[in-house]
């Protein structure tokens, strides 16, 4: 039995999806704690394609509950359409391996609405978010001005409370972003509708977790977004609104710090970062724009090209550190193929000062520019390779620095979008301490 927590390490998009994926052969529970549908979650299985936003990336495997907890944003026509579009691909979503929690906070259309205003008027300091609310709602939800899934059940408190906060968001819509009012009785008839689909899957999801721990069931919990977009220890304000480093597992699912057994970062074996704020290793040369291309680095959410760089250790260790990483999984590193040399960022040079973290204040970190280790290249496709002994030399070296620059040991070496193209090193279900 164990309870495992992947997170990613970088900016998002490290290829968790996947990674979540293959590990549920061997869960019971899969648990999204944190985020919205700003996530965009992709699985690949065969010749299909799945892209997940809200619902954890276990939902293939039968026999398994996906769990969507009280830390996340839930948009319910995403989850609706999510639901429905999983069942025109025949897999089955039911209340028997789809659960959500009562507690979850709803975003509302006027989240959606305040989210792109503010991003308009901020103009070219956006931060460049996906546009899905999610700042807005979490912003309620500390404001305790939220709507909670239980709340569709009751048409009088929902009205209620819709109309408490139309009253404050049609203002500042009106007044200060010069949008339309929305219209309170329309979106009480919408929620309304998405209460009665959604009534039969909701329950508690802390209690049925720690009733599944307690009958010694493996928990997966899958992270959403990347360390470095924590709204507390990410590159603030160029970060999302929640807590997105492994602790939140806890918070957002409602289980105890006590009952993790260990956490696993995801890493992309390059960057990509979506959207505005620093980025240290960014390459906007030529090289840049073949990884992007080669890697297919195109949002998975929104479509936006996402900007492509070299790994950069500081990042991952940074993250080993807020996280407690208990081992990698290395994505992507098919895509290097070709590149003659490939760098990796060591440190930081800050002035005339060295550092080998990330300073929390962006402006230390604009200031920073990369220390590189070089690494010789390969030219072999790594993509039919399924056993560590059979990479190149290049590619093991490579991979061995990426291990003594984090001091943690690699889990997993993912070479390509499928499952079967993935070198398992170590099963966290098999071994978990
Ligand atoms: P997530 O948000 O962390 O789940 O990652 P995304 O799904 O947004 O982006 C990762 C992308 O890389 C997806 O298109 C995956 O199918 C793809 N992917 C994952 N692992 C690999 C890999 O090892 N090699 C290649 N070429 N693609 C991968
Ligand atoms: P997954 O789970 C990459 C980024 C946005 C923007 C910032 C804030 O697929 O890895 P938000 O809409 O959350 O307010 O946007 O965060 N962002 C992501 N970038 N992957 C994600 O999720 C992201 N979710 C949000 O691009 O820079
Ligand atoms: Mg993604």
Not at 298 to 306: D, L, Q, Y
Request: glycine share 12%; aromatic share 6%; hydrophobic share 35%.
């Amino acid at each position: 039995m164990a309870n495992v927590v992947i997170i990613g390490t970088q900016w998002g998009d490290e290829g968790k999806g996947k990674i979540v994926d293959l590990l549920t052969e061997k869960a019971d529970y899969v648990i999204r704690f944190q985020g919205g549908n700003n996530a965009g979650h992709t699985l690949v299985v065969g010749e299909r394609k799945f892209i997940l936003h809200l619902i954890p990336s276990g939902i293939l495997h039968p026999g398994k509950v996906c769990a969507i907890g009280n830390g996340v944003v839930i948009d319910p026509a995403v989850l609706i359409q999510e639901i429905d579009g999983l069942a025109g691909h025949g897999v089955a979503v039911n209340p028997e391996n789809l659960l959500i929690s009562r507690y979850a906070h709803l975003i509302m259309p006027y989240h959606r609405a305040l989210d792109a205003a503010r991003e308009t008027r901020k103009g070219r300091s956006k931060i460049g978010t996906t546009g899905r609310g999610i700042g807005p709602c979490y912003e309620d939800k500390v404001a305790r001005n939220g709507i909670r899934v239980h709340d569709l059940f009751d048409p009088e408190v929902l009205a209620d409370k819709l109309q408490k906060n139309l009253e404050e968001k049609n203002f500042l819509l009106q007044h200060f972003f010069g949008h339309d009012p929305l219209d309170s009785e329309a979106i009480l008839e919408e929620y309304l509708a998405y209460g009665k689909r959604i009534e039969p899957f909701s329950g508690n999801v802390s209690e049925r977790l720690q009733a599944a721990d307690d009958a010694g069931r493996n928990l997966l919990f899958e992270g959403a977004q990347g360390t470095h977009l924590d709204i507390d220890h990410g590159t603030y304000p160029f970060v999302t609104s929640s807590n997105t480093v492994a602790g939140n597992a806890c918070c957002g699912a409602g289980i105890g710090p006590s009952r993790i057994s260990e956490v696993l970062g995801v890493v992309k074996a390059y960057t990509t970062r979506v959207g505005g704020g620093p980025f240290p290793s960014e390459l906007l040369d030529e090289t840049g724009q073949k990884i992007q291309q080669t890697g297919g680095e195109f949002g998975s959410t929104t479509g936006r090209p996402r900007r492509c760089g070299w790994l950069d250790m500081v990042v991952v260790r940074n993250s080993a550190r807020l996280n407690s990483l208990a081992g990698l999984g290395i994505t992507k590193l098919d895509v290097l193929t070709g590149l003659p040399v490939l760098k990796i960022a060591v440190g930081y040079k800050c002035g005339p000062v060295k550092l080998d973290t990330v300073p929390p204040e962006l402006t230390a970190l604009e200031a920073c520019e990369p220390i590189y280790e070089e690494f010789p290249g390969w030219h072999q496709d790594l993509r039919g390779v399924r056993r560590f002994s059979d990479f190149p030399e290049n590619t093991k070296n490579y991979l061995k620095a990426i291990e003594e620059l984090a001091g943690i040991p690699l889990f997993v070496v993912s070479v390509g979008p499928g499952r079967d193209e993935t070198i398992i090193l170590r099963h966290p279900f098999e071994t978990a301490r």
